[in-house]
């Protein structure tokens, strides 16, 4: 009886490996193209429809905050408030500070887009700009469609749930100039200074899946950073375009994708410690979410090393 186990056992996991190696190579990574709407967006106030500017071309703005917002009627409104009270409070000291906000819609069934025009209604098109995506492409879709948009030297994405206070923004700003190499740099807010709190709150089993998750990050992707996943990062205007021109991922293990990208083409990459708190209104399942981010890990891994994708080093 033993004997037997041990054989079905045996049998199993090469088995096991194989399904789990197909679902990976078989896993389907197909980015839109962009739709004629997403190149434009709307003046709420003369209701004329502008073409958005290009990544490509020369910055105009000191700072791009894009926004990536999914079902955010509730939770928008406060992330815009913190916000704005520190870009208008740093403007007012430095008149060279000039900055736009990028809220992408990403396909959402609810009045988020509408919500989001308020805002820029009240500031102007100038300040506030609304990027309504077609359809749901997931938070790295959002994200990078927000990137092509902007016309910042820095552009910052910050998750619309508001879980990372923006008066932080100087931390990752002043590590970003000390360490830019050849206009080239990327600064990650980092929880990592939280963990031992944070692991105290969660259950056992959430604290394992965190655990299994960085081990894997490490292991098949990201060496150089702790914290992945905090959805406050900045790059240099020149970074981003290496970086978001060249990704696949559009959902939540875009992060992984793009620091892989990074760390590939020899970008610095920082962590700077962040405050950030749970903001009620998650719409992730941390069991299915983690399953589904260590899959897409392994898949990224996977096309990468087999050469079906490739991170060609442009000329700059």
Known sequence: MIEQLGIIFIT???????????????????????????????????????????????????????????????????????????????????????????????????KTSEVALTYSAQYGTDIVRVLTLDANRGKGGAVRMGVLSARGQWILFADADGATQFSDFPKLEKSGQAAMKNNDVVVCGSRRHLETESVAKRSAFRTLLMYVFHFEVWLFAVKSIRDTQCGFKLFSRQAAEKIFTRMHVERWAFDVELLYIAEKLNIPILEADVNWQEIPGSKLDPFAASLQMGIDILAIWFRYILGIWTIHRKKD
């Open 12 to 110: 199993l996991i090469p088995l096991g490996l194989v399904v789990l190696f197909s679902i990976c190579l078989l896993r389907s990574f197909k980015m839109a193209p962009r739709s004629e709407n997403e190149k434009h967006y709307q003046d709420p106030v003369t209701k004329s429809r502008q073409l958005f500017p290009s990544l490509k071309d020369t910055h105009s703005k000191y700072l791009s905050v894009i926004i990536p917002a999914y079902k955010e009627v509730d939770r928008l409104p406060t992330m815009i408030r913190d916000t704005m009270d520190y870009i208008e409070q740093r403007q007012a000291k430095d008149a060279s500070f000039t900055y736009e906000l990028i809220i992408v819609d990403d396909g959402s069934p609810d």
